[in-house]
């Protein structure tokens, strides 16, 4: 059962950035301190549904006092609290509440006297549940509470479209249904501890099975080493946010893909599953090919006007732009990550299986370029976006070479369609300014240049991998590339802790702005890796420090955005009251990130691996064991003077140059 997507929440609910949120889709569990109070997102969920809203716990009559509320995993967190059982304890509390709480609907409490004396405690468990789906909650449409009834040992509550029943071991002494309460009496002997455990069922449904705790993982065990102490834990949270938010096509349980991020995006959403594989093939190529199956399942058939593109919604684009729509960055992007999946391992059989759908996306490119020299986004009479420009080229470029690899026609028209596409998009793009110069954001339908600098910039800097370790030729020309690859790097853009959405120095910045000034983590990424390939690698090194810098503060698990607020002495990032946390982007962002460090670029079909490591080595000596190329364990080291060395890899993988 998959969650489905819902809109950003209502200014009248509580921000999710102080949330702790467990994910193990299609599971969740979203807490604050401890106690489940049955307000704003609190609760067990599944399916999108919330299954348990209340689960508020009393000793002796009392609430425990808070002390420590932390995540212990993607999927899990620990809640600590204390309190007095006896007046005679003085200060010091003698009983400690720990609550363990999941995501598969799991939670335990677990009480541990610290006194010296036995102790004999009344536990009562309040529940409560409106059996909401996110989407109403996120509207403020949830209702009231549901009575409940008495069930096996423990509650139940139904409404007409579903039913869910929270089921205790060791059983109640009491359950009384018209209070929504569980009762024990609990004996503790000195320095001892009791325990109960409460399972959240959804009626109908087997126990929860998450994609990413199937035994066969997509992802390589891969792990970081190196000077920066603080890359190892980044990538390890990194790579089990992925696995949380992991979905499995339920007609073909084998194709795994990301769910674009939660709470709010926990449904599949093309765009984001995409580009998350494509920067995740350093740990295997499994998610792309899943991926890749699930949407070209979705693709539009020959019948339709849009024949070939792989739908997806609009997507906001700040004041100054009209919503983009994010089915046309998919459809560019089958193509670029079938090419580099090759390129990474993808067996030439699973290659050619999908080579028809990207065949219909590049199909779909000509014919919505309509012989122009650009790509109109939404289709057909919106603006031409900067970034749009930039993945249809890319799309052209690797799908060109993908097409003449496996002897299928129409690679010499893609690539004079990218060269048209260059040279229009040099001259009409290019805004000049006593600066220097920058590329405009778009051109208005009229062909009027939107000349505001914003982080969609970066993909400019992303051209895609070719073979025998080349990257595709850009939109910009080596001037215009390095006068990009200043702004980048001047305060206007990076804040300190990675790039803005739109520079301050544009009307209508925002540092909270998701399109209009935050902290996008995808597009910071991209930025390093970009301009670290392009030999900008003070600028790269800049946002790559500040980024781990943010990420620290996040506990080394990275938000889709932050607000984009001046770094200083002293002070620490701010979160988006909205941003999902855990983000497929976000966390595949890591791997690209570090790979790029390495600049590993392998040629499978070529029996090729070229290392183009950043000179300037700016975390210092870093190794990556657990990566895969060519379907084999991979590790590279990088020295403290920007020298790389592989340290293992699969048999015949030679070292390119």
Known sequence: MRAPQVSRPGPDLPPTHSALVCVALPGLAISGEGQLAGRGLDGFYRGGRRL???CQVR???REPLPVQARMTGADSARFVGTL????????????????????DGTERITLRNAAARPLRLPVEV????????????????????LPATVHDSGLRWATAGAAASVIADPPPSDALASAGLLRWELELPPNGTAAVELRVRLDGAGPLRPAGHATTSPFAPTRATGDDSRVAPLLQAAVADLRALLLRDPAHPSDTHLAAGAPWRCGTAPAEALAAARMALPLGTRLAVGTLRTLARTQLPDRSPQAGMIPGPRRDAGPLLPPACTGTEATLLFPVLLAEARRWGLPEQET?????AAERCLAWLRKAADDGPYLHDPQPVGPARCETQAHACRAALLGADLLDAFDRPGGPGLRQWAEDLQTAFR???????????RPAAALAPDGRPVPCLGSTAVHLLDTGLLGSGRLAPGLLDPVQTGQLARLLGTPAMDAGWGLRGLSTKEAGHNPFGHRTGAIRVHDTAVAVAGLAAAGYERESGGLLRGLLEAAEHFGHRLPEMFAGEQRSSGNAPLPHPAACRPAATAAASVIMMLASLAGIRPDTPGRTVTLRPVRSAPLGELGLTGLRVAGAPFAVRVSRLGLAMVEEAGDGLQLGV
Not at 84 to 103: F, I, K, L
Not at 352 to 356: A, C, F, G, V
């Open 84 to 103: 007095h059982a006896s007046p005679s304890s003085g200060p010091d509390p003698d009983v400690v509440v720990e609550r363990t709480r999941s995501a």
């Open 126 to 145: 309040a529940l409560g549940t409106d059996l909401a789906e996110l989407g109403a909650i996120a509207s403020g449409r949830a209702g009231p509470e």
């Open 52 to 54: 348990l809203s209340r």
């Open 59 to 61: 000793v002796a009559g």
């Open 427 to 437: 001259a009409d793009f290019w805004v000049e300014d006593r600066g220097g110069g």
């Open 352 to 356: 050619r299986e999908l080579l028809p």
